[in-house]
């Protein structure tokens, strides 16, 4: 079944091996001035992104927590637990409607200004002034992550307590990481957005940005913590996998970093060359097929359980993404810690009877959408091919659409299409925005995405997580809504992502994390 596009794979790794043996090939003195001016330069170390990861004052977060310029009141702990970060402690309620937190003592902004409770309610101020404001990252929505938030409340200088209409059993997971970023209390003007660079309390300062071609970052000498190992970071935007894996070799570049860094089979093939490492862990990003589900042929359950079933998911992470990836069948991230293993099927034959069930025994021609910014990130184009493949199996012809970001939302809002490639990252540690957001009725993505799902005992679910305040019954109901999602199949889910990055061995203390990298770790070998 997937000989074809097995073999479009395979001449596609060839040619990306070629290109790395001819470039690895060249002598280690061809290296740029600029490269060399730069190593040179009061010890800067230079990495490359795909993506500018500081989009701007109008964006929610300005910079992407993986740069380390703020940090959150409650972080993803290596479990994927709450852990302190800002705040060092907290107590809930006997009812769940109030928490409170205390704060960590001795924390400066990079303005100078303390961090304290008053500082915290400005920032709920603006989440509660700009929710939902979006970003490249994750949306800023204060709703979602704060459900039924009625006030924010000064206990002390150093305490603060917020009060909610429902129980909030497990706010602690939908507030790590992006759901409570603190930034200076004057670092926002009128409207929301940021006055200037932004104003974090993390170990890097951001020094100077500019838009899609560089973010400098400066070790922050005022850190609470362990300080930045290295004085002065430069992250270089390079979108193309080709051009970045280019900079690796001739040394413009020490590292890559964020997401699809550098694909699977180009990472692979670089440790061939003993002068660089390679650094692979989980990854929070889920990897789907979305279907329209609002007209034929993925409006008919069937239909999308006989695509899910003809996947055979093992043979795909294994062809283009060699294997770092997991495959899965559940909507929910691995790194959730309360993710449960749902094995994914693969059974041809059934496939086909379910398929020819829902299509009446005929054919159909569908559009397969796929988005250019995951061509940049993932083999993409090839992993769209296995796919038409795979349709052709279940008498379904499929043309493949590469559209840019923008064209892409408006076809999935507008339904102007049948399939879509897509990624999604876990928001928090709380899966209730992510069962909201594609499982709910009403929800958000269930809504942009043309998902058409509509469940009414995953409805009664939701709403009875609210008031439930037992974890253990809780996970109870979150299994059981993972369990229903896996049969109905609102959205196919393919593969969990790998953080996968590599680096030149020059510089050390670089990792891959769940979420980003090591970088304050980061440092020259010699």
Not at 109 to 135: C, M, T
Not at 156 to 179: G, H, I, R, W
Not at 343 to 350: A, G, H, I
Request: hydrophobic residues 40%; proline residues 6%; contains cysteine.
């Amino acid at each position: 079944m997937l000989k074809k596009t097995y073999l479009l794979s395979i001449l596609w790794l060839c040619i990306m091996i070629g290109l790395l043996g001819c470039s690895a090939g060249a002598p280690k003195a061809q290296q740029t001035p600029e490269a060399v001016s730069a190593a040179a330069n009061q010890g800067e170390v230079v990495l490359a992104a795909p993506r500018d990861l500081a989009p701007g004052p109008q964006d929610a977060y300005y910079t992407s927590l993986i740069l380390y310029v703020w940090e959150p009141l409650v972080a993803s702990g290596e479990d994927g637990q709450p852990a302190p970060k800002l705040a060092t402690s907290w107590t809930m309620s006997a009812d769940g409607k109030e928490w409170t937190f205390k704060l960590r003592d001795g924390v400066q902004f990079h303005d100078g200004e303390k961090l304290n409770a008053d500082a915290v309610i400005a920032n709920f101020n603006r989440y509660k002034q700009v929710s939902p404001k979006s970003s490249p990252f994750y949306t800023l929505d204060v709703k979602s992550a704060y459900p039924g938030l009625q006030d924010v409340v000064k206990v002390d200088e150093m305490t603060f307590k917020l009060v909610f209409d429902n129980p909030q059993p497990t706010l602690l997971y939908s507030m790590v990481n992006f759901a409570s970023p603190i930034y200076s209390p004057k670092n926002f003007n009128e409207k929301g957005d940021f006055n200037g660079l932004p104003q974090g309390t993390g170990p890097f300062k951001l020094i100077e940005h500019q838009k899609d071609q560089f973010d400098l970052l400066e070790a922050y000498d005022g850190y609470y913590g362990d300080k930045a190992k290295t004085k002065r970071i430069r992250v270089r935007v390079i979108p193309d996998p080709d051009t970045r894996l280019a900079a690796l070799i001739s040394g413009e570049i020490m590292g890559v970093m964020d997401l699809g860094a550098l694909p699977p089979a180009l990472a692979k093939e670089l440790l061939k060359d003993d002068r660089f490492e390679v650094s692979a862990t989980k990854s929070t990003i889920s990897h789907y097929i979305h279907p329209n589900g609002k007209k034929p042929p993925f409006d008919n359950p069937k239909m999308r359980q006989a695509l899910s079933l003809a996947i055979d998911r093992e043979q795909l992470v294994k062809e283009l993404y060699l294997g770092y990836s997991t495959s899965t069948v559940n909507i929910l991230n691995v790194t959730s810690p309360f993710y449960k293993e749902i094995k994914p099927e693969y059974n041809l034959p059934e496939a086909k009877k379910l398929a020819a069930e829902a299509l009446g025994g005929g054919s159909q021609k569908i559009d397969l959408i796929v988005p250019t910014y995951g061509l940049d990130r993932y083999p993409y184009k090839a992993q769209a091919e296995l796919l038409q493949s795979v349709l052709k199996e279940l008498n379904l012809d499929a043309n493949i659409r590469i559209l840019d970001g923008a064209a892409f939302k408006e076809a999935q809002a507008k339904g102007d299409f049948d399939l879509a490639l897509a990624t999604q990252g876990l928001p928090n540690g709380d899966p209730y925005t992510i069962f909201t957001n594609y499982l709910s009725s009403a929800g958000s993505s269930n809504k942009s995405y043309s998902l058409g799902y509509k469940n009414d005992r995953i409805d009664g679910l939701l709403n009875q997580a609210k008031t439930t305040l037992g974890m253990d019954e809780r996970k109870a109901i979150y299994n059981e809504i993972q369990a229903i999602a896996a049969q109905d199949l609102p959205t196919i889910p393919l593969f969990n992502d790998a953080s996968l990055i590599t680096y030149n061995k020059k510089i050390k203390g670089y990792k891959a994390t769940v979420y980003g990298t090591t970088l304050a770790q980061l440092e020259w070998a010699q």
